[in-house]
């Protein structure tokens, strides 16, 4: 069964702080892996990555996919009350469907 | 500048009363796709059409239907809402197969 884990499930961490959240993945046939923002509303899209290794970027946050490991990781640099949601990694398989994590709810305090 | 257009942003409906929640792109997206997300949970996929090809999730209940009149359009129906439907119902569009999906605001469905 197609499967997407992510981690932590909930991060608590000070203006100005780095995060690293974390996204694995058991999928057949994979073709991307895609990074959301939500807030109280709609998921917006960040990132989609197809490629190992290649770093993609947008002001504070990057993200990266390893195909050898399975994994990506979506980096947020100096963290702002803003940047708190919850962080929805999603997998696309050999269907066409997205395959959603549970999610990773950050809250950054001032 | 909106581009996918979800109406209404909150319904409430009765137990058992019929419902529709409607979705429009004005992307010329060929692909457009319901989900049901409830709270703490990430979005579940129900169904999506790929051009006027509809494609059901096999867990999808009977109970919930679409239509896809044209290509900016695309409706939820839910036949008899119970309780346990009440959540946020995301529409999303993609231009193809494959390619990144662009989520609508959302409608939240509350069942008294």
């Known amino acids: 069964e197609d499967k997407v884990v992510q981690s932590p499930l909930s991060l608590v961490v000070h203006e100005g702080d780095t995060v690293t959240l974390n996204c694995s993945y058991e999928?057949?046939?994979?073709?991307?892996l895609l990074w959301y923002k939500q807030e109280k509303k709609a998921p917006t899209f960040l990132f989609m990555l197809?490629?190992?290794?290649i770093e993609k970027k947008s002001g504070r946050l990057s993200s990266i996919l390893d195909k050898k490991e399975l994994s990506s990781i979506l980096n947020i640099t100096a963290t702002q009350t803003g940047d708190s949601a919850i962080y929805l990694c999603?997998?696309?398989?050999?269907?066409?469907?997205?395959?959603f994590g549970t999610g990773t709810r950050l809250q950054v305090f001032p | 500048d909106a581009m996918v257009i979800q109406n209404p942003r909150y319904q409430v409906t009765q137990f058992g009363k019929p419902v529709t929640l409607s979705c429009s792109q004005t992307?010329?997206?060929?692909?457009m796709y319901w989900y049901q997300q409830k709270s703490s949970q990430a979005p579940k996929l129900l169904f999506h059409?790929?051009?006027?090809?509809?494609?059901n999730e096999a867990d999808t209940p009977d109970n919930f239907q679409s239509r896809r009149p044209n290509t900016s359009f695309c409706f939820l129906d839910i036949r008899s809402p119970g309780l346990g439907d009440a959540a946020m119902y995301l529409c999303?569009?993609?231009?193809?197969?494959?390619?990144?999906?662009?989520f609508g605001p959302g409608t939240r469905l509350l069942v008294l």
């Open positions: 059409y790929y051009d006027k090809d509809f494609n």
């Open positions: 999603a997998v696309e398989a050999g269907t066409d469907k997205l395959i």
């Open positions: 999303a569009t993609s231009r193809g197969k494959g390619e990144t999906q662009y």
């Open positions: 992307l010329n997206h060929n692909v």
């Open positions: 999928v057949t046939n994979f073709r991307s």
């Open positions: 197809t490629s190992s290794g």
